[in-house]
T-cell receptor, first 114, second 109 residues
Framework: EAQVTQNPRYLITVTGKKLTVTCSQN?????MSWYRQDPGLGLRQIYY?????VTDKGDVPEGYKVSRKEKRNFPLILESPSPNQTSLYFC???WGTGGRETQYFGPGTRLLVL | QKEVEQDPGPLSVPEGAIVSLNCTYS??????FMWYRQYSRKGPELLMY????GNKEDGRFTAQVDKSSKYISLFIRDSQPSDSATYLC?????????FGTGTSLTVIP
């Protein structure tokens, strides 16, 4: 089954404790992206990657890091989480040039930073 | 100014009604226009996309883009209770996506 998986699905942590949210897709997509979704603000793009070792900032990259060492994986790293990073996070993937508009989203990761 | 503005709703309509969902955008360079549907506690799923002005139809759904007014719409005909969800407009320019804040729709049987 074609899918985007995220882990963990729920996470409670404390300020300053480094964490990683994993994202994996099995569709051989070139383009992968991370979003956060907040009430009243909608979905906002954090980082995206056009292919292995190619990443770029989205609208709200501050406080986040990403890496793309393999085509199927695109982890999101919070080196020192703060309460304002409490949010619902989505990973998405799509084809590269000529197919980016058709994004497939993961199920989401709900993060609470105390 | 936000890149994409979306009517927040919420909308509540009777089953069978025609629903109109709307967004405006600020940058005339935007290339692709999309509508996503998001059920509660799920990730968004793509409904339709288009890149040109005019209408695009898919079953009960019609996406409309007016580039001169920077206005995009989604029409749902013969709405069903299963259409109850949040609808997100989105725009792709270059490699970056911009989403509206979403409109919550409830279709009452």
């Amino acid at each position: 089954e074609a899918q985007v998986t995220q882990n963990p699905r729920y996470l409670i942590t404390v300020t300053g404790k480094k964490l990683t949210v994993t994202c994996s897709q099995n569709m051989n997509h070139e383009y992968m992206s991370w979003y956060r979704q907040d009430p009243g603000l909608g979905l906002r793009q954090i980082y995206y990657s056009m292919n292995v070792e190619v990443t770029d900032k989205g609208d709200v990259p501050e406080g986040y890091k990403v890496s793309r060492k393999e085509k199927r994986n695109f982890p999101l790293i919070l080196e020192s989480p703060s309460p304002n990073q409490t949010s619902l996070y989505f990973c998405a993937s799509s084809w590269g040039t000529g197919g980016r508009e058709t994004q497939y989203f993961g199920p989401g990761t709900r993060l609470l930073v105390l | 100014q936000k890149e994409v503005e979306q009517d927040p709703g919420p909308l509540s309509v009777p089953e069978g009604a025609i629903v109109s969902l709307n967004c405006t955008y600020s940058n005339s360079a935007f290339q692709y226009f999309m509508w996503y549907r998001q059920y509660s506690r799920k990730g968004p799923e793509l409904l339709m996309y288009t890149y040109s002005s005019g209408n695009k139809e898919d079953g009960r759904f019609t996406a409309q883009v007016d580039k001169s007014s920077k206005y995009i719409s989604l029409f749902i005909r013969d709405s069903q209770p299963s259409d109850s969800a949040t609808y997100l407009c989105a725009i792709l320019t270059g490699n970056q996506f911009y989403f509206g804040t979403g409109t919550s729709l409830t279709v009452i049987p």
